[in-house]
């Protein structure tokens, strides 16, 4: 974990978590030290939804080491954890995996059992990371130049991260010459998270507006686009944040391949295509205007989908810790998930 | 001029400019009554290459009553305007054809003849615009719904406009249901000034963030795209605000109309093709932030064209004043600008 950015930092039995809201200007630790501070850190302070699933498991084990191992201590903590994001499905999975697991042991061996399954998680989401990457590093030309939206980095993952991991580890081997990220309105995850990633790890970077993409793309200065995904579904339409879809249509008048870099727990079999991928709306405030500041008119309706899809067609290859699928992808998914 | 804004309000021999860099939060006009004040508007206040235009005329009228109207101070009048904005053509050559026409008057003809040239000027600005936007209804669907990107309402030309033009008078006509219009990072003139212009004339309208839009476009909440434009190659290659490019390649994904919507005097037969358009790079620190907040770390390299250009295969029509020109583009302009 040399390269990039370290969102979670164990030491001993102490974990800090990275205040993702404090960045690009400060970097700024704080300690779990109950329930209540990793219920704050979820709601306010961590983002990107594999980590979040590991903040849960830490917090489970927290919760039995400062507040008791008893079952209803951990039924509450466990309440007090989902709630803080409901909407987080890794995050709830994961609260759940944790509970169970502890209240099928005695109650003296939950603490230290919660912790170790944490720590395990931790390793795992790492190791898978890096297999993801590995095999993304397959698909790169010399000196590649990418573009890359929104952040897929350790500050989503808590490893190494997923698209923009197949640049850092790129990066110290050599095979990557400029890395290329969007500022990734609303939210400017791009300009506030993945630029400070690409800096910690020594990429070159440049950051550009969602507008300018188009005609990056298809000026010569870039030779791949790589993407993360949130949900994949099972013909390889892909939904993931919004702006993605742009990208591949742009990477698509290029001639330039267009991969998704997501590990195999994003694919959803039960979505058949794109359209049965459900959509998440925000809140209208968020376009207009950023932190304290607004720019457009009170009282404006704003259309504010957190994800689009990009159809199938579009994308070069999906790229996962277990190997890469080409098109056509319900055969080629299904096949990485079979071992195949 | 009852419809939308109006960033020119001339009353008696009183010419007041709104100042667009109050807008939305404020609708504030101050008076043009000496070239200083309208020099320091056309670097800070005023925006719009055709507007900037109208603002040299009046300028030069204004340096004429206030100033004097010798050879000198007229001559030394037009540097300083032109000096306020060195790139703007359409200010140039407003400035300089007062100053010639002033020059081969009489000097107590000179103040009432740039007067009455700054005056006919707006008048011709206000036809030419409403001549395009006739035109431009005539390729609505029933009740559209459109989209549209950056600034080109009255705020741009100081007439009412070209693209959004078509928008507000084919709201008055009962023609459109709707228009979503983008942000357009990085300077915003979509959620800042065109949302505005807008709501004043009554439009029902939606703000997107530009990465909103491609999936906007397919998704079957739009009709049309409508975009102006700043400069159109020979062929139809059009080079216009950043972002309209990659606004063209979800249109014709979605297969719906993708119309520019712009004066004739944009088109440019000295340029064969888009290739041949020179762009504008803009400032860095436009990137990364807005106003006086920045969210993208210090040192952050940025790629900030002002422009990009959309080749014309994906261009449906362009509307100009004098007609609407069809692809094959090279013949069909030529026709136009004929008066064929």
Chains 1, 2 share one sequence.
């Not at 300690?31 to 849960?56: H, K, N, Y």
Request: proline share 6%; net charge neutral; glycine share 10%.
């Amino acid at each position: 974990m040399a390269r990039g950015a370290m969102p979670l930092r164990i030491t001993g039995e102490r974990v800090e978590a990275l205040d993702q809201t404090a960045l690009p200007a400060a970097v700024r630790y704080f300690e779990f030290d109950s329930v209540e501070t990793v219920a704050e850190a979820i709601a306010m302070r961590v983002r990107g939804a594999p980590l979040l699933g590991l903040v849960g498991a830490f917090g489970m084990a927290i919760a039995a080491r400062t507040a008791g191992p008893d079952a209803a201590t951990l039924h509450s903590a466990a309440a007090r954890l989902r709630a803080a994001r409901p909407t987080a499905v890794d995050l709830g999975r994961a609260v759940d995996q944790s509970l169970q697991a502890a209240l099928a042991l005695p109650e003296h061996e939950r603490a230290d059992a919660l912790w170790l399954r944490a720590c395990d998680y931790l390793a795992c989401r790492r190791a898978e990371d890096l297999a993801l990457a590995r095999r993304g590093l397959e698909l790169l030309p010399r000196a590649a130049r990418v573009l890359t939206h929104c952040n897929t980095g350790p500050l989503a993952t808590g490893g190494i991260g997923t698209a923009l991991a197949i640049v850092t580890l790129g990066h110290e081997r050599g095979l990557i010459a400029h890395c290329f990220t969007t500022e990734t309105r609303p939210l400017l995850q791009g300009a506030r998270l993945t630029t400070w990633e690409l800096q910690t790890a020594g990429v070159p970077t440049t950051l550009l507006p969602d507008t300018a993409a188009a005609g990056l793309v298809t000026s010569g200065q870039v030779d791949i686009v790589i993407v993360g995904a949130d949900r994949i579904a099972a013909n390889g339409d892909t939904a993931n944040k919004i702006g993605t879809f742009g990208l591949a249509l742009a990477a698509v008048r290029a001639r330039l391949p267009f991969v998704i870099a997501a590990p195999t727990s994003t694919i959803d079999f039960a979505c058949p295509d794109g359209a049965a991928i459900p959509i998440e709306f925000r809140p209208a405030d968020e376009v207009g205007g950023y932190g304290g500041q607004r720019w457009a008119p009170d009282g404006i309706a704003a259309y504010n989908p957190a994800f689009d899809v990009t159809p199938a067609d579009l994308v070069t290859a999906i790229v996962t810790e277990r190997g890469t699928a080409r098109p056509p992808y319900g055969a080629s998914l299904q096949r990485l998930l079979e071992g195949g």
